[in-house]
């Protein structure tokens, strides 16, 4: 979850077909905070997307744990924000976890309006799909 990855994973939607044709209705921010990561650090990391298009991506990093990554207040105008440790995001992004399992874990959190993620579901499961596809090392 280094910057150089998340701006790889920028570069990666924006050029695949299949995703921005799936994520089209896609528009609004994505916010993925990784607690406990390896390099001893809390991760937050903000997308903004546009109709699929992947604008800008905001990765933040403090030494953990971090007060202000931690504590900073969930915005309503996001469409979700999900939070895990870093082993429960690695599971999930080795597809070890599914959804339904990483929903009913204690080591997964997701806020945001229902309505709003089931009405972007494809997008959404279409950038996952990219992601998890890509090289990387844990």
Known sequence: LSREFVETVKNRLNTDPDYLQKAKS???????RVLECPDGTDKHITYKFDRG?????????EPKPSSSIRNRPFDNSWISR???NYEMYTR?????V???????????KIEGSM???MRLMSGMTAMNN?????????
């Open 26 to 32: 896609l528009t609004g921010i994505i916010v993925l």
């Open 53 to 61: 298009r992947l604008l800008e991506v905001v990765h933040e990093e």
């Open 92 to 96: 999930i992004d080795r597809g070890e």
């Open 115 to 117: 309505f709003k993620m």
């Open 130 to 138: 990219v992601v998890q596809r890509m090289d990387k090392e844990y």
């Open 82 to 84: 999900s939070t895990s």
């Open 98 to 108: 599914g959804v339904l399992q990483a929903l009913t874990s204690p080591n997964y």
